[in-house]
T-cell receptor
Framework: GAGVSQSPSNKVTEKGKDVELRCDPISGHTALYWYRQRLGQGLEFLIYFQGNSAPDKSGLPSDRFSAERTGESVSTLTIQRTQQEDSAVYLC???????????????FGEGSWLTVV | GENVEQHPSTLSVQEGDSAVIKCTYSDSASNYFPWYKQELGKRPQLIIDIRSNVGEKKDQRIAVTLNKTAKHFSLHITETQPEDSAVYFCAARPPPGGYNKLIFGAGTRLAVHP
């Protein structure tokens, strides 16, 4: 597609429910990132996928958070038993090359705005 | 791991003045430093980047400088305009051998007053 696509764009859920957020990266992009951005705050790294390598999960805040990606396509971020502190924008980004040998731009999606009530 | 600090957290300037935002990074082997602009309610978008083999890069009213010895890099915006008002994020990319994730600074909220 033309850009990184995320769905849903907005989600309101009750505390304790599970949510699934979807990211469709730019076609051909091998690297995919999830970031969390709380209101008025910075970009908090969650997880990074690069091709078929094991993902870097070092940013996931708890075991309630998980993410999957099949090959170089769609990724889903799942939050189980949501808490109010999970309320944030979840931004997905992709880039064309995971190797650092040349700088590569990461492109962000519009984000999924999650509100836990 | 890499850690990026960004200052100031907020910056207010008059239209036409210059604005400077500074970032420091911890990993001397980091080699790629992009800057992203995020307007209210929108996605972050790349505005300029610099690689570690370059000391300065310009694009119209925007420039970025890199001091590898001191491990800091700065964004300079000249002749600021109201539409420059946004949150700006710096980032650094750690060296190879690990993962290619960008580490972002906490952001600077720039307000340009007419």
């Amino acid at each position: 597609g033309a850009g990184v696509s995320q769905s849903p764009s907005n989600k309101v859920t009750e505390k304790g429910k599970d949510v699934e957020l979807r990211c469709d990266p730019i076609s051909g992009h091998t690297a995919l990132y999830w970031y969390r951005q709380r209101l008025g705050q910075g970009l908090e790294f969650l997880i990074y996928f690069q091709g078929n390598s094991a993902p870097d999960k070092s940013g996931l805040p708890s075991d309630r958070f998980s993410a999957e990606r099949t090959g170089e396509s769609v990724s889903t971020l799942t939050i189980q038993r949501t808490q109010q502190e999970d309320s944030a924008v979840y931004l997905c980004a992709s880039s064309s090359l995971g190797q650092w040998t040349s700088g590569n731009t990461i492109y962000f999606g519009e984000g999924s705005w999650l509100t836990v009530v | 791991g890499e850690n990026v600090e960004q200052h100031p957290s907020t910056l207010s300037v008059q239209e036409g003045d210059s604005a400077v935002i500074k970032c420091t990074y911890s990993d001397s082997a980091s080699n790629y430093f992009p800057w992203y602009k995020q307007e209210l309610g929108k996605r972050p978008q790349l505005i300029i980047d610099i690689r570690s083999n370059v000391g300065e890069k310009k694009d119209q009213r925007i420039a970025v400088t890199l001091n590898k010895t001191a491990k800091h890099f700065s964004l300079h915006i000249t002749e600021t305009q109201p539409e420059d008002s946004a949150v700006y994020f710096c980032a650094a990319r750690p060296p190879p051998g690990g993962y290619n994730k960008l580490i972002f600074g906490a952001g600077t909220r720039l307000a340009v007053h007419p």
